[in-house]
């Protein structure tokens, strides 16, 4: 498999990486970025998406079938990060198994290789969203389409989703509306295009969602971050549907 070609993700114009080194920040895509981005999720292909030293962005496919992809600075090596020079000749390496894609540094690099916040040791599945830094680069994992088994439960534990009134759930997928479009990369809805679109008032808007927080288990979290990920785990769990955003 090769990268996607550059005419479809190089930018309109030069833009830098975004400071934390995220290549798929929030509002961080220019338009022809997201379109070759949510040209590859239809294409059905695992993928990883990066930024160059020049600050374009870059697809790489992994695909389906059983193989191994090195990563490393040397130009031999299937995906090379030539630019960055905290990362070693051969950093890691990529293996498909059992339907899954895998990360493994053992020992092979200087700096080491992270997942999300975590140091890499020996092999780690990889989910779909993961974000792996190798030196000052970060790559995002994108499982496309690929069918997801599940979050494992425990034995004795059941996976139990919160009950929901016809309010709540309104509420919540207009919450969710702004992804129809936008797929993953779209910003869930303020608090007044909520009450705009339900005919409701703000503080209506403000009593349901503060409820959803807390049946979610999220009002601990900063409150830049409850909103994004209350509609996350509502789309990730069906609560919210496709079909329901229409």
Request: glycine share 8%; charged share 30%; net charge negative.
């Amino acid at each position: 498999m090769s990268r996607i070609p550059d005419t479809l993700i190089r930018p309109v114009s030069a833009m830098q990486p975004p400071s934390d080194g995220d290549p798929l920040a929030p509002h961080s895509l220019a338009p022809r970025e997201l379109k070759a981005v949510l040209e590859a999720e239809r294409a059905g292909e695992p993928f990883l998406a990066y930024r160059d030293g020049e600050g374009c962005l870059k697809l790489y496919v992994l695909g389906r079938e059983d193989r191994t992809v090195t990563l490393g600075r040397r130009h031999e090596t299937d995906l090379s990060v030539a630019w960055d020079g905290q990362v070693s000749g051969l950093h890691a390496e990529l293996e498909r198994l059992g339907g899954e894609w895998t990360i493994e540094d053992d020992g092979l690099s200087t700096n080491g290789t992270f997942v999300g916040e975590t140091r890499a040791k020996g092999r780690q599945r990889l989910r779909d969203g993961d974000r792996v830094r190798v030196g000052r680069t970060v790559l995002v994992y994108n499982a496309a389409d690929v069918a997801a088994v599940g979050q494992t439960v425990t034995a004795g534990e059941r996976l139990a989703l919160p009950a929901l009134t016809d309010s709540q759930r309104r509420v919540l997928v207009a919450l969710c509306r702004p992804y129809r479009d936008g797929g993953r990369y779209a910003a869930p809805a303020s608090n007044q295009q909520i009450a705009d679109d339900l005919f409701l008032s703000l503080d209506a808007v403000k009593m349901h969602l503060r409820t959803l927080f807390g049946r979610f288990e999220l009002s601990e979290l900063p409150q830049n971050q409850k909103r994004a990920r209350l509609a996350e785990i509502a789309l990730e769990q069906g609560i919210v549907s496709e079909r329901d955003l229409v």
